[in-house]
């Protein structure tokens, strides 16, 4: 990766977090550099934020049309959101079925400055288990079929009609996926976490745009976005926005407290909430004063430390590219490390074919082509 572009990712992504309201400075990019830069923002969730913390900046004219273009964009697909959440809330009320959301607009509620800046992708609904199979049925009578890839984790539904994917992340057209989920934390992730969050805290929805829905609590929605971050981090997909949010939450002294009070001691929830916080530290740069009490980095494993003094922040924002250092993190945490070797060398779900088509023609990679190759085989 070019140092200017580097450079710029992460400057970008650590006044994203400050409070620092002085003018964007980034290396020079030409117009390449700058594809390039949208792209990861695209990628990681960044694109609308960036143009909201620095709408005075200095950027070329056919970046700012961009970014105009892709708040414009993602402000229909709000909308749409909006009105499939209503309607499947609206059905799981008519059936007495409690639902909870997870991240989408909920998140886009506490942490954002307009909700309209976080892009979404699915529907994610918490489900009590006694109550999962009747929620599938009734997101099947409302249009909506079963996933032809399932995972243990949530049962997917899928909308019926077919979309081609153009490398636009916010076109109001992608449709919504619905993920149901009886449970928050798996163990196939060979991490067990003993019941966490297995009953959460809700609370009613009190803006009406999301209701009628349950909310988690602050702290159980800090704890879970934790736990979703770490198996995308091990997973290598991960998103950055997702440690911007955590970021975002902590920014209250009490969150950290009352979360670490929450799971107790579970070692390695404990593991996963305090290496995210140095993650959040680096990458987002957190005021000093908001760094918690006791939450020195002494308390990881001797290789997590040593990972994240060296290679943590060009990790995430190159995921992980020439490397198996997520594989080794997820290694440090589970105590089945062989079924984690196991299972990182097993293919759990193939690319859509039409964004590895896309892909291998857009991209800059001339490897990506192998890259894919040895993926499917």
Known sequence: MPDSLKLAKVEICRRLGSADEADLGLPSLDTLGWRKLLSFLDEHGLTLLFRRKFPNASLPDWVNQRLEQNFAENSKRYDSILFQQRKILRAFAAQNIDATLLKGLAIALQAYPDMRDRVQYDLDFFIRPAQLQQAARVCLDSGYQLDKEQTPDHICMVPPETYVWRGNFFDPLIPLKI??????????????????LSEPETIAAQDVRLQPARLLSAVDQFVFLNLHFFRHLFQNQVRLSHLYEMGVFLKDARIWSDAM??????????????????????????????????????????????????????????????????VLLQMEFSGARRQVLKSAL????????????????????????????????
């Open 179 to 196: 993920e149901l989920h009886g449970q928050l934390w798996h163990d196939r992730y060979y991490i067990d976490l003993s019941g966490l």
């Open 261 to 326: 009070d929450r799971v107790g001691e579970r070692l390695s929830a404990r593991g996963i909430l305090l290496l995210n916080l140095h993650l959040v530290l680096q990458l987002f740069r957190l005021p000093k004063q908001t760094m918690p009490v006791g939450a020195d980095e002494s308390d990881l494993p001797f290789p997590v430390r040593t990972w994240l003094r060296n290679d943590a922040v060009n990790d995430l924002i190159s995921r992980f590219y020439g490397n198996k250092n997520h």
């Open 346 to 377: 097993a293919v759990h779900r193939l690319p859509n074919p039409a964004r590895v088509e896309y892909e291998m023609q857009h991209s800059t990679y001339k490897n990506l082509s192998v890259q894919y190759i040895i993926y499917t085989v």
